[in-house]
């Protein structure tokens, strides 16, 4: 799959770059009001930024949790993909700062469309030392 992410990335002025990410398999729901775990993926560089795979939301709040080695203050954000789209990659919500990583909460009810009704998102980050993202739906 391509992605075209949006010129302006974290608030830092960037060209559009295309990157490929792999889908993860779907996940066994647990029940409304409860987290249903996606699954775990690398990070990966992709041209100047930093990148999960795809995962596939039903809509609702994502919450991301980044494990990284980094001490200092970097930037997260939340993007949906829309397979077949020539249009560049939605961000969801606002970048989050985070230190030391964390866990980030993203509505991505809005984002919820096509065949599937679902969110198809993944996390972009300039944190070079990151190295695992989980996400739960």
């Excluded at 809005?110 to 944190?127: F, I, P």
Aim: aromatic fraction near 12%.
């Amino acid at each position: 799959m391509m992605y075209k992410v949006p010129a302006k990335f974290l608030g830092i002025a960037a060209a559009a770059a295309s990157v490929s990410l792999i889908a993860a398999a779907p996940a066994q729901p647990q029940g409304e009001g409860e987290w249903d775990y996606l699954g775990s993926s690398g990070i990966t560089l992709q041209g100047s930024y930093y990148f999960s795979k795809q995962f596939e939301s039903s809509g609702g709040n994502v919450k991301v949790c980044v494990s990284t080695r980094e001490q200092g203050a970097k930037l997260y954000g939340l993007f949906e993909y829309d397979p077949g789209s020539s249009a560049n990659d939605q961000q969801i919500g606002t970048n989050r700062k985070q230190v030391a990583g964390g866990c980030e909460t993203w509505d991505v009810s809005g984002y919820v469309d096509g065949s599937n009704k679902k969110a198809e998102v993944y996390l972009s980050t300039d944190d070079s030392k990151a190295h695992t993202a989980k996400f739960w739906d």
